[in-house]
Nanobody
Framework: VQLVESGGGLVQPGGSLRLSCTTSGFTLSHYSIGWVRQAPGKEREGVSCSTFSSDGKTYYLDSVKGRFTISRDNAKNMVYLQMNTLKPEDTAVYYC????????????????WGQGTQVTVSS
């Protein structure tokens, strides 16, 4: 099982980034995939989550609702996080994580994690 994030970088406030999570070694449609971030000195927080395909629900942290969108392409084994109107407080390392048949109930429930990608929002 492998998850590899990409797409992070430095962006000005108000800008956009799209993070990608390339998955392999498992059947993506059977897994819930979440994006979790961790800023320096802070605990991990779940940003967004997409449940397994037959459940089909998505969830967002209140502070990113309306700005971030999670999507998945099971055929391509890819999960994305489109981030718009970025703010300095969105600065963190972003991880994608997977849980088989998960309900997106907590970051502690994920079974597999990627290595993370840095997102820095600064002028």
């Amino acid at each position: 099982v492998q998850l590899v994030e990409s797409g992070g970088g430095l962006v000005q406030p108000g800008g956009s980034l799209r993070l990608s999570c390339t998955t392999s070694g498992f059947t993506l449609s059977h897994y819930s995939i979440g994006w979790v971030r961790q800023a320096p000195g802070k605990e991990r927080e779940g940003v967004s989550c997409s449940t397994f395909s037959s459940d089909g629900k998505t969830y967002y942290l209140d502070s990113v609702k309306g700005r971030f969108t999670i999507s998945r392409d099971n055929a391509k084994n890819m999960v994305y996080l489109q981030m718009n109107t970025l703010k300095p407080e969105d600065t963190a390392v972003y991880y994608c994580a997977a849980e088989i048949l998960g309900r997106c109930q907590g970051v502690e429930d994920y079974d597999y994690w990627g290595q993370g990608t840095q997102v820095t929002v600064s002028s």
